[in-house]
């Protein structure tokens, strides 16, 4: 017979043959049963992502009307009157100045407070629970509590001013102030992730190293700029990877507490976007500011993977 020797049995070609058809459909099964696992989340991602994408591609290049639907096609129109837009850039600008406030003050600050946590040696759960309290308020409880504090008139803030015989300080009414008083506020809601991060890293530092080198006589400076801030740097990276993507989508609490004001002080990017889609109900425009902040976030996120990451020492 075909395939066989002389003997009749199977010679090596059909053996080998055989065992590819049946390696192809092991695969096969494999790969089968590994989108089915998967099929939910691709599922929940084309509801909430791909879908979401696609739509915004196709109004950005469309006019339309108040509710949304497609009038004419326009092609790259839209994306032209934004970025000739001179609230679009003052809301980049803005932004920029957010990050700023925002970025660096959270990362350091839990550092220093985790490297405290760290080193202490009594009464460390009570110092992580206090650290830590910020994660359990969302955005819009911290809002409205933060809210109350820069109340001119009944606020705890301006009352702790008063006592040092300081005049009133209109946190949230004032342009030089408000977005001040936003980052804080921004500060505050990102400082326990940040902390808890941080401390996770920290504990994974083995402790012959920081013990070898306190006997060796290296102090805490010399431990926490020698030691601790190289091996936490992976956490570090992401953290302000997250930070900077969450800074460029901050909308809640701008929302909430000035609603972009006063005088377009706190007017950020997304808040900016939403005014265009919500308030003046140009859905093609806001829909190409939405594309170019998908495209900003992309593009500041590799900058930093370049930038960043080869200065990370992952162990």
Do not use: C
């Not at 300081?166 to 980052?183: K, M, N, Q």
């Amino acid at each position: 017979m075909p395939g066989n020797d002389r003997t009749g049995r199977p010679n090596a070609a059909t053996i080998a043959g055989k065992s590819k058809r049946v390696g192809l459909g092991l695969r096969l099964g494999e790969a089968g049963t590994a989108f089915l696992f998967l099929l939910p989340s691709l599922v929940i991602f084309a509801a909430f992502w791909f879908y979401p994408l696609a739509a915004s591609i196709v109004l950005s290049l469309h006019l339309t009307d108040p509710r949304g639907r497609m009038t004419a096609f326009v092609g790259l129109e839209n994306f032209r009157t934004v970025l000739t837009d001179p609230y679009f850039l003052e809301s980049l600008k803005t932004t920029a100045l957010f990050t700023l406030f925002t970025v660096p003050p959270t990362i350091g600050l839990a550092l220093l407070a985790a490297f405290f946590t760290h080193v202490i040696r009594r009464g460390k759960g009570a110092v992580r629970w206090m650290f830590a309290l910020p994660m359990a308020f969302s955005v819009g409880t911290a809002s409205v509590v933060w809210g109350l504090l820069f109340n001119p008139s009944v606020g705890l803030l301006n009352a702790l001013l008063g006592r040092f015989g300081l005049g009133p300080v209109f946190w949230l009414s004032e342009p030089g102030w408000a977005l001040f008083s936003v980052s804080l506020v921004t500060v505050w809601l990102g400082f326990g992730f940040a902390y808890v991060v941080l401390l996770g890293g920290m504990a994974t530092i083995p402790v012959e190293i920081e013990e070898s080198a306190r006997l060796d006589g290296a102090g805490l400076g010399t431990r926490f700029f020698r030691i601790v801030l190289p091996l936490v740097s992976p956490q570090l990276f992401f953290l302000a990877v997250v930070s900077v993507i969450g800074a460029l989508q901050a909308f809640g609490q701008i929302h909430l507490l000035t609603q972009g004001g006063p005088m377009n002080a706190t007017n950020v990017y997304v808040y900016n976007l939403y005014l265009e889609a919500f308030r003046n109900y140009r859905f093609g425009t806001a829909s190409a500011m939405a594309l170019l902040l998908f495209g900003l976030v992309l593009g500041l996120t590799l900058l930093q993977f370049r930038r960043l990451e080869r200065r990370v020492h992952y162990r």
